[in-house]
């Protein structure tokens, strides 16, 4: 069964405090791993799409990276705007011809001014 | 701009009465998908169709039905909600057989059930 785990679960920054958020997984057979942007009350925002171990995407503050086990995104000089929850999504099971992610729960992140 | 339609964005209903949530794309994509998320937890997938080939989770509820009449529409009825049915439902739509399937959100609708 895929799993993904991400941490921590919450975190707390100052503003301009860079820091990084970790999202784990065990899947059989990764297409793609996605990082999404949550606002509170509002469905999830696409970031970032990473397919192969040592792939790097970046956006602004955040930038987004991939090993053969976990993911990395990184918040430089985060500012207050930034804060939300981060979700992260593996894809690799098959399904009715899709390809069906498999959710984190996500880091809550607040960055305070 | 293309995008994910979620109507109502906040739905209260009584519990035991059926309620029916909207979705509508324009982004011409063939996949949609309805999600649960309950507070501080990951999307929990209900089912999805695949053009017009609807694949349900082995572990969604009877409870919980869906109707896509169009490439654009998709509906998600509750036939009778109970208490532990209040969360926010997610539509997501993607185009499978590209190279990224990736999924994209509509805002999502509050349901309340009291």
């Known amino acids: 069964e895929d799993q993904v785990t991400q941490s921590p679960e919450a975190l707390r920054l100052q503003e301009g405090e860079s820091s990084s958020l970790n999202c784990s997984y065990t899947?059989?057979?990764?297409?793609?791993l996605f990082w999404y942007r949550q606002d509170p009350g509002k469905g999830p925002e696409f970031l970032f799409t990473?397919?192969?171990a040592g792939e790097e995407k970046e956006k602004e503050r955040l930038k987004a990276t991939l090993t053969k086990k976990e993911s990395f995104l990184h918040i430089t000089a985060p500012k207050p705007e930034d804060s939300a929850t981060y979700l992260c999504?593996?894809?690799?099971?098959?399904?009715?011809?899709?390809?069906?992610?498999?959710f984190g729960r996500g880091t809550s992140l607040i960055v305070h001014p | 701009d293309a995008m994910v339609i979620q109507n109502p964005r906040y739905q209260v209903t009584q519990f035991g009465k059926p309620v029916t949530l909207s979705c509508s794309q324009t982004?011409?994509?063939?996949?949609m998908y309805w999600y649960q998320q309950k507070s501080s937890q990951a999307p929990k997938l209900l089912f999805h169709?695949?053009?017009?080939?609807?694949?349900n989770e082995a572990d969604t509820p009877d409870n919980f039905q869906s109707r896509r009449p169009n490439t654009s529409f998709c509906f998600l009825d509750i036939r009778s909600p109970g208490l532990g049915d209040a969360a926010m439902y997610l539509c997501?739509?993607?185009?499978?057989?590209?190279?990224?399937?990736?999924?994209?959100f509509g805002p999502g609708t509050r349901l309340t059930v009291l």
């Open positions: 997501a739509t993607s185009a499978s057989g590209t190279s990224t399937d990736t999924q994209y």
């Open positions: 899947v059989s057979g990764l297409r793609g």
């Open positions: 990473l397919y192969s």
């Open positions: 999504a593996v894809q690799a099971r098959a399904s009715g011809g899709s390809y069906i992610p498999t």
């Open positions: 982004l011409n994509h063939n996949v």
């Open positions: 169709y695949y053009d017009k080939d609807f694949n």
